[in-house]
């Protein structure tokens, strides 16, 4: 998946979409527009959690 909407990343994140929309805004989350909506791309959820998101695992992660 190469992009997220307002309301996925919200889900995600446990906060509400205005909370993102807030974050987009103030540029803490990048994010771009696609047809009038808002999509935060892949890269953004990935910097975020530390890992890519959509399945594949953080290869060579240590866990102690």
Request: no cysteine; glycine share 8%; charged share 20%.
């Amino acid at each position: 998946r190469q992009s997220w909407t307002v309301h996925e990343v919200a889900a995600m994140l446990r906060v509400s979409p205005t909370t993102v929309r807030r974050w987009i805004k103030s540029s803490k989350v990048p994010a771009f527009r696609v047809a009038g909506s808002i999509r935060v791309p892949d890269s953004a959820i990935a910097a975020i959690f530390g890992n890519t998101v959509g399945g594949a695992e953080n290869e060579g992660s240590a866990t102690s």
